[in-house]
T-cell receptor, first 110, second 116 residues
Framework: QKEVEQNSGPLSVPEGAIASLNCTYS??????FFWYRQYSGKSPELIMS????GDKEDGRFTAQLNKASQYVSLLIRDSQPSDSATYLC??????????FGAGTRLFVKA | NAGVTQTPKFQVLKTGQSMTLQCAQD?????MYWYRQDPGMGLRLIYY???????DKGEVPNGYNVSRLNKREFSLRLESAAPSQTSVYFC???????????????FGDGTRLSIL
């Protein structure tokens, strides 16, 4: 079992819709979770950090964490074509090590 | 403020050649990381340095060596390049604490490495 799993997609949503991205992880001791966005040919950039169970909102983005179910998600409201990218879920395990999921490709159709 | 700077940006090597990828950060972060990214594989951790003077293996360390030269610089060396090491390499840094709420990583622009 991979330590961090994501649906590779592609996930296609119409402009203005909600995009829902999911991630599961295997290390129950993990305490730090991150979502990054990566445009083609570019480096990953941080969208959200989340550390506690529940929801964390930042503009159009909401991260959700459920440690009991070992599940992290990212919701993008009012999706825009500029949101089309690969979204990477990252989980810190064993202290300093960060493991990334393979990423979910999102396409927002105008 | 440059953040994380990687050199070179592109490189082509022949099988068996060696080279060192350089990474420097100016954010005074304690932890630094090297990843490789292959199509459909996401980012895979090669080596990391939790603090100056320490280095540890990640998921895919075989064929690589690293040096944490000082707090700012963390280099990755390929001693005898192989075609399987063709990839995009990213360096990252963070102010990680090792437990509890760790800070996210900041990435360099990457090095695109092709080995023929």
């Amino acid at each position: 079992q991979k330590e961090v799993e994501q649906n590779s997609g592609p996930l296609s949503v119409p402009e203005g819709a909600i995009a829902s991205l999911n991630c599961t992880y295997s290390d129950r001791g993990s305490q730090s979770f991150f979502w990054y966005r990566q445009y083609s040919g570019k480096s990953p950039e941080l969208i959200m950090s989340i550390y506690s169970n529940g929801d964390k909102e930042d503009g159009r983005f909401t991260a959700q964490l459920n440690k009991a179910s070992q599940y992290v998600s990212l919701l993008i409201r009012d999706s825009q074509p500029s949101d089309s990218a690969t979204y990477l879920c990252a989980v810190m395990v064993g202290g300093f090590k960060t493991i990334f999921g393979a990423g979910t490709r999102l396409f927002v159709k105008a | 403020n440059a953040g994380v700077t990687q050199t070179p940006k592109f490189q082509v090597l022949k099988t068996g050649q060696s080279m060192t990828l350089q990474c420097a950060q100016d954010m005074n972060h304690n932890s630094m990381y090297w990843y490789r990214q292959d199509p459909g594989m996401g980012l895979r951790l090669i080596y990391y340095s939790a603090s100056e003077g320490t280095t540890d293996k990640g998921e895919v360390p075989n064929g690589y060596n690293v040096s944490r030269l000082n707090k700012r610089e963390f280099s990755l060396r390929l001693e005898s390049a192989a075609p399987s090491q063709t990839s995009v390499y990213f360096c990252a840094s963070s102010e990680a604490r090792g437990q509890g709420r760790n800070q996210p990583q900041h990435f360099g622009d990457g090095t695109r490495l092709s080995i023929l």
